[in-house]
């Protein structure tokens, strides 16, 4: 099934109404909710994803069609009432400490979110015991850690060691303006990305979702 153009130009423009009404519409006619999201609303988040990633797109139209596919969400939340709606997995994320820094955070959580991910938003300057103790109470299958400056990169390394102490067989990813693929293996995450659409695709293939 290819991706609904008519639907994805919608959520560019971040018309929540339209969005709204094509979800409540599919759901009507009898389409599963889950065909809904696996095979129309992802792949369109996807597509948006990445060609924010190669840069066709910006950042505007980015948060403007997470917002519409957040509202399409709560459409089908709404309609399996005391059903759960399953998440792909969790993840715990938050800037790391001494940086306030949360732009690219949000991104990552956004574009999670759209994939069909829980996410644990812990904010910015997070020390690693909020890490450690939120991975624990939630039994998360991801702690995501970002940077976004020179210096508060440094502060990634003794993190994920830390984490590791604490909760063994954590899965780390990290990001951020700063950091590159090559510090992230050299401080021992087991993934990095760029951007939120990476981000997702990077956290799908740890939980061993593709």
């Known amino acids: 099934m290819g991706v609904n153009v008519d639907l994805k130009q919608r959520m560019l423009e971040g018309n929540i109404k339209k969005t709204e009404q094509f979800t409540r519409g599919e759901l009507d006619k009898g389409i599963p909710w889950s065909d809904l999201l696996e095979k129309i609303l992802i792949p369109i988040m996807d597509e948006i994803g990445q060609e924010f990633s190669n840069g066709s797109l910006f950042l505007p139209e980015l948060m403007a069609a997470g917002i519409a596919m957040s509202k399409a969400v709560e459409v089908i939340k709404e309609r399996l009432g005391d059903r759960k709606l399953e998440p792909k997995g969790t993840m715990v994320l938050g800037t790391i400490y001494d940086d306030v820094h949360d732009i690219g955070k949000n991104i990552v959580k956004m574009n999670l979110e759209a994939a069909g991910f ?31 400056l020179t210096a508060t990169m440094l502060n990634l390394g003794p993190a994920i060691r830390q984490i590791r102490e604490e909760v063994p067989g954590s899965k780390i990813m990290v990001g951020g303006n700063p950091v590159t693929a090559e510090f992230a293996e050299k401080i021992g995450a087991d993934g990095y990305a760029p951007d939120g659409y990476l981000a997702v695709k990077r956290a799908k293939e740890l939980l061993g979702l593709e």
């Open 118 to 148: 829980r996410v644990i938003d812990l904010g910015i300057d997070v020390q690693p015991e909020r890490f450690i103790k939120s991975s624990r109470e939630s039994k998360a299958d991801l702690i995501g850690i970002s940077a976004l």
